[in-house]
Structures are given as C-alpha cells and as structure tokens.
C-alpha cells in the first residue's frame, strides 16, 4: 500500500523567512502532484513532477522531486501572507495506463505572520 | 472556460434522510472521481468512474453510491447519511489513462451538514 507522509504538518513561518515542506512516499512513483487549499475551499494545482530530477517554480515557491530518495520537497522563498493555505502533495504511483488514482500526503497547515 | 462544477455548494440533510451531489464538467474528461475530506484531513478517494467503467475503492461504505448518465455529470448518492458523512465532498476529473500523466482538476467542492 503506498503511503505518504508530509512533513511538517504545521508550519508557523515569519514573513520573509525560507523555509522547506517535505513529502516522502513509500512506493516507486515518478509522477508527484502538489496542491494549495484555503479553508473552505477545493483544491489547487500548484505543480507537476514527471520525473527524476525535475524542478518546478512559480513566484517563491519552487517544488521537486528525487524518485530515488522517493522525496518531493516545496520550497519556500521569502515568505509573505497570501502564502497562508495547507499544502498537499499526491503521489499516482500506478504508471502506465493508471486512472491517475492520487494518494495525498496529511497535508501541511501553513501559517505566515508578520 | 472548461471546467468542473460542482451544486450545491452546501447542503444540509437530516440524519438518514439521502442526499445527491452532483458534478458537471466541461472538460471533456474521461475519469471522474469523488473525493471525501474531512476537517484537516487529506482527501480520501471513494470511487471513480472511467467512462462508464465504475470502480470502487475497497473501504468505501455501501452507503455511498455513485451514478454517471454521461460523460459531463457524475452524481454522488448517500443513502443514509449519518453524523460521520459530514464532510466536504470534492469531485475531480482527468483526461485518457496512458497518457504521460494524468493530473486531477478539482471543482470547488460540496459542504454537507447532517443534522
């Protein structure tokens, strides 16, 4: 059974300050999703890694993945107040002709003060 | 713009009293899924459709049902709504399997309130 396991689940971050997310997953995948959700709201795609190596940025935050390491990191970079959300990572770890059946990561609560 | 659209937005039934969910979309996908997430949880998959192909995740109660009349709208039946089904209910959809990947696009979701 694949399981994924993100850590931290809850981040309390300074404005302005870097900090990292971190999503293991326990099976062979090279397709790793990470979404953003507001409260009361759905979700978010944020980005998409197809493969070993792959590196994704938009604004500050930059996401990941090492298939090897069966790790996906998310990056963020200066960190300001919109940035406030839970941050999810999903893994499809089926390949081939899958449906694309997702398994998320507990999800992490993102808190950005001033 | 295409898209996944999900009504009501929220709803609220009675303990037993059943309750549908419905999703359309726009963008032509083949696989529709239903999501539940429940506070400061993750989603959990209940069942998805491909086409008219039904699949049911193994630990999905009985009590939750799913029809799909045609490839825009997929609905979601709780036949017996209990405490524990509240919940935000979300519906997604991909393209064809076999492609290099197949991301989810998800619709905003239905709040459900059992009273």
């Known amino acids: 059974e694949l399981k994924v396991e993100q850590n931290p689940l809850f981040l309390s971050m300074q404005e302005g300050k870097n900090y990292t997310i971190y999503c293991n997953y326990s099976?062979?995948?090279?397709?790793l999703y990470w979404y953003r959700q507001d409260p009361g709201k759905s979700l978010e795609s944020l980005f998409v890694?197809?493969?070993?190596?792959a590196v994704k940025q938009e604004g500050r935050l930059m996401a990941s993945l090492d298939t090897k390491a069966r790790l996906s990191t998310l990056h963020i970079t200066a960190a300001v107040h919109d940035l406030s959300a839970t941050y999810f990572c999903?893994?499809?770890?089926?390949?081939?002709?899958?449906?694309?059946?997702?398994?998320f990561g507990q999800g992490t609560i993102l808190t950005v003060h001033p | 713009d295409a898209m996944v659209i999900q009504n009501p937005r929220y709803q609220v039934t009675q303990f037993g009293k059943p309750v549908t969910l419905s999703c359309s979309q726009t963008?032509?996908?083949?696989?529709m899924y239903w999501y539940q997430q429940k506070s400061s949880q993750a989603p959990k998959l209940l069942f998805h459709?491909?086409?008219?192909?039904?699949?049911n995740e193994a630990d999905t109660p009985d009590n939750f049902q799913s029809r799909r009349p045609n490839t825009s709208f997929c609905f979601l039946d709780i036949r017996s709504p209990g405490l524990g089904d509240a919940a935000m209910y979300l519906c997604?959809?991909?393209?064809?399997?076999?492609?290099?990947?197949?991301?989810?696009?998800f619709g905003p979701g239905t709040r459900l309130t059992v009273l």
């Open positions: 997604a959809t991909s393209r064809v399997p076999g492609l290099l990947y197949n991301e989810q696009f």
């Open positions: 099976t062979t995948s090279d397709r």
């Open positions: 890694l197809l493969s070993n190596g």
């Open positions: 999903a893994v499809d770890a089926a390949g081939g002709t899958s449906y694309g059946k997702l398994t």
């Open positions: 963008l032509n996908h083949n696989v």
């Open positions: 459709y491909y086409d008219k192909d039904f699949n």
